[in-house]
């Protein structure tokens, strides 16, 4: 059982920056980040492999948000530039087995951490 937790939540202004992290009990594989909006489905934001070499992001957050892992911490990161107000969402950190951008598919959720971009 792994478990995780995200921090680096909050108010941010649009065009603003925020770094979330998210620290597993234990190793793990394949690592990454969702989101769901209020009255929507949570869906899938950015993954990572153990090794870093191989990244997945949704087509709405390229050139704004870069995952990235310290594997000594057993954290993952999603450094996140220019948001929108769209991007106000609870981020869920999640870890499996596979490097999926299928939310369902990853075993391990962390309990989330809100971002709120104003306009």
């Known amino acids: 059982q792994v478990q995780l937790a995200e921090s680096g939540g909050g108010l941010v202004q649009a065009g603003g920056s925020l770094r979330l992290s998210c620290s597993a009990s234990g190793r793990t594989f394949s690592m990454g980040w969702c989101r769901q909006a209020p009255g929507k489905e949570r869906e899938f934001v950015a993954a990572?492999?153990?090794?870093?070499?191989?990244?997945y992001s949704t087509d709405s957050v390229k050139g704004r948000f870069t995952i990235s892992r310290d594997n000594a911490k057993n954290t993952v990161y999603l450094q996140m530039n220019s948001l929108k107000p769209e991007d106000t969402a609870v981020y869920y950190c999640?870890?499996?087995?596979?490097?999926?951008?299928?939310?369902?598919?990853?075993?391990?959720w962390g309990q989330g951490t809100q971002v709120t971009v104003s306009s």
């Open positions: 999640a870890a499996g087995s596979v490097l999926s951008t299928t939310p369902s598919l990853y075993a391990f």
């Open positions: 990572i492999g153990w090794s870093g070499s191989s990244t």
